[in-house]
């Protein structure tokens, strides 16, 4: 039995790779856990098949989000967080907040945290990014860019269409003075076709490619820099531009493991 009686239920879509596992959702979790020592700390996946996939390879065994309740239920936990490590309100946290819908009345409260791009930071006037948490947490990883590089973040957005978020924050980088930083999606058709007009066009000497993902995972490795004639990296190259590809999912990020542990 848990003596706590409040807890934090933090909840990621999952990765199956075990080392970018520890380097991202563990150290968020851990973050959280460091920040309030007072509080019990769950943990759960959206993702079922990830789910599998880490259980089939390490015999490790993932709480889904109804597992988790259920188990904090046992516990004795009253009160509860639920705070997901995602980058928006796509399809993720919709399923996330479903899922928990019918365990909300066996609990005295439960309460949603923010993703990473709440309301309160996309809505933000910053006069300098050291104000603004998530663009003065992502430059501090790329304090060695140059006048004449490009930094292009690939996001995934979301299923639901609402992205709205993403060219939020890719506003508010030129705002701050970040001309050659992009945030693109990975599914837009024409993502790839403007950063090579803009790269030529401005006389650019090397783009630099980055996941806006938590994980590094897959979509890092195959959509932004695999070496199929339809990569991001692929397709900037055949257009003539040297191309290096930072392989950090955003979990990675101290300070942006720091946002996450104060979103409450």
Known sequence: MNSKQSAILVVSFGTAVRDTRVRTIEAIERKIEETYPDL????????????????????????????????????????IVIQPTFVSHGGEYQKMVQEADPFLHQFASVRFGQPLLSEEFLHQ????????????????????????????????????????????????????????????????GSAIDEIIQIAADRQIHRIILAPFMIVAGGHALKDMSGDTNDSWKSRLEAAGFPVQCHLKGLGEYPGIQEIFATRR
């Not at 006048?147 to 995934?156: A, I, P």
């Not at 979301?158 to 999606?185: H, M, P, R, W």
Request: hydrophobic share 40%; with cysteine.
């Open 125 to 188: 006037e910053s006069a300098e990014a050291a104000s603004h948490p998530i663009i003065s947490a992502i430059m501090s990883e790329f304090s060695w860019l140059s006048e004449d590089d490009l930094l292009v973040f690939m996001g995934h957005g979301t299923s639901s269409g609402e992205n709205v978020a993403y060219e939020i924050l890719d506003q508010q980088f030129k705002c701050l003075g970040y001309e050659q930083v992009f945030l693109k999606l990975m599914k837009s």
């Open 40 to 79: 019990a700390i769950y943990h759960a996946w959206t993702s079922g098949m990830l789910r599998k996939k880490v259980y089939d390879q390490e015999q490790l065994a993932i709480d889904s989000v109804p597992q988790a309740l259920a188990r904090m239920k046992q516990d004795g936990i009253h009160n």
